[in-house]
């Protein structure tokens, strides 16, 4: 299948500080790309849906200014949490569809914490 | 909103018996998607169904799709440690321009 890549996987910071994460898609395209916050346990929350050479779409309740997505490029999406808090500590993964209706691929998400 | 229902929310089974999920949709589902999620890891496609009353096999693992395309299911017969996992269903709304909406998941564990 195909191949999305997140990096960090694992990143610590310090609470008031930015962190960036970058999700690229290795082998395809992809004009769109969407990004999740798993907490433990839990499902996956959609957070918003980044489109190339435009604005991102959050989902409702997700602070845009807080969480900024730039999706620049066909192939590298990043999403950076802006004055992290330790409320901010979660899994954040990425994911890109190759065919608009087919499967999503997965990056090997984020963890962050925020101490 | 348009949402997708998955229970149960929790499975704990013995080695050997079977595993069922189920998902429901309040609206109608142009296809849905099955993911697994192993512990500390990221979701990975299992299976896309798109037909009414499709049903797909992958070995141990069945898959069905509603008639009307509201709900599914993922079946496992003789479930191995190796399955466990969150498993995931994810629909795309009829009309949508494509967005995936996620179940709650459900989490399999195998006791052997």
């Known amino acids: 299948g195909a191949v999305v890549s997140q990096h960090p996987s694992r990143v610590i910071c310090k609470s008031g500080t930015s962190v960036k994460i970058e999700c690229r898609s290795l082998?395809?395209?992809?004009?769109?790309m969407f990004w999740y916050r798993q907490f433990p346990k839990q499902s996956l929350m959609l957070m918003a849906t980044s489109n190339e050479g435009s604005k991102a779409t959050y989902e409702q309740g997700v602070e845009k200014d807080k969480f900024l997505i730039n999706h620049a490029s066909l192939t590298l999406s990043t999403l950076t949490v802006t004055s992290a808090h330790p409320e901010d500590s979660s899994f954040y993964i990425c994911?890109?569809?190759?065919?608009?209706?087919?499967?999503?691929?997965f990056g090997q998400g984020t963890r962050l914490t925020v101490v | 909103g348009q949402q997708v229902m998955q229970i149960p929310q929790y499975q704990h089974v013995q080695e050997g018996e079977d595993f069922t999920t189920y998902c429901n949709s309040s609206t109608t589902l142009s296809n849905i998607q099955w993911y697994k999620q192993r512990p500390g890891g990221h979701p990975v496609f299992l299976i896309q169904l798109v037909k009414s009353g499709e049903v797909k096999k992958q070995k141990r693992l069945t898959f069905q799709f509603g008639e009307a395309k509201k709900n599914s299911s993922l079946h496992i017969t003789a479930t191995q440690t190796t399955d466990v996992g969150t498993y995931f269903c994810?629909?795309?709304?009829?009309?949508?321009?494509?967005?995936?909406?996620f179940g709650k998941g459900t989490k399999l564990s195998v006791k052997p």
């Open positions: 994810a629909g795309t709304p009829g009309g949508s321009q494509g967005n995936l909406i």
């Open positions: 082998d395809f395209q992809a004009t769109t």
């Open positions: 994911s890109a569809r190759p065919l608009w209706v087919g499967p999503a691929f």
